[in-house]
């Protein structure tokens, strides 16, 4: 086989792994959302006043894999994404403690915490399952969770920065 027909081969299967892989910070959640890490996410909420939007998921499992795209191609949560540090964690990454799981471990869950990184218990998907208060199938529901997550938070007070 030809050297150089192998190293582009291989070079190739690496991008398609980065793109189509999730390898990236927004593991299929959107691109075009400013992603941190939960560490990175909270020092910036408590600098900025914004609100940390959380959304906890696992690489293998299914209800996450369906919301992805959902989430991915609503607008509406891209442009209400400016308003929070946003924050998605996967697989080993899910920061551990009973606030984290204010209702059970399931997945995905998508909890709100205050600039001060404390976890909103209140602030749960109205329209869902009320065993599962904090689990979201569709952008519809994600979208309506922020917005009252906004309402609820008030406005970043260095919303300007």
């Known amino acids: 086989m030809d050297v150089n027909f192998t190293v582009f081969f291989g070079a190739f299967l690496l991008l398609i792994n980065g793109v189509l892989g999730g390898d990236s910070k927004g593991r299929g959640f959107g691109e075009n959302i400013d992603w941190l890490s939960f560490d990175d996410g909270r020092m910036v909420a408590e600098r900025t006043g914004k609100p940390l939007m959380l959304v906890i998921h696992k690489s293998w499992c299914g209800a996450c894999k369906a919301l992805k795209p959902k989430f991915a191609a609503s607008e509406e949560i891209l442009e209400l ?79 300007e920065l």
């Open 81 to 159: 994404s400016s308003k929070f540090v946003m924050v998605n964690v996967e697989d080993d990454e899910e920061p551990q403690g009973a606030d984290f799981m204010p209702d059970g471990g399931y997945i995905p869950r998508i909890l709100f915490l205050n600039p001060d990184g404390a976890v909103q218990k209140d602030l749960i998907n109205k329209n869902g399952n009320p065993k599962y208060k904090y689990f979201y199938s569709n952008a519809a529901m994600v979208v309506q969770a922020m917005k009252n997550a906004l309402a609820a938070l008030g406005p970043s007070v260095n919303d």
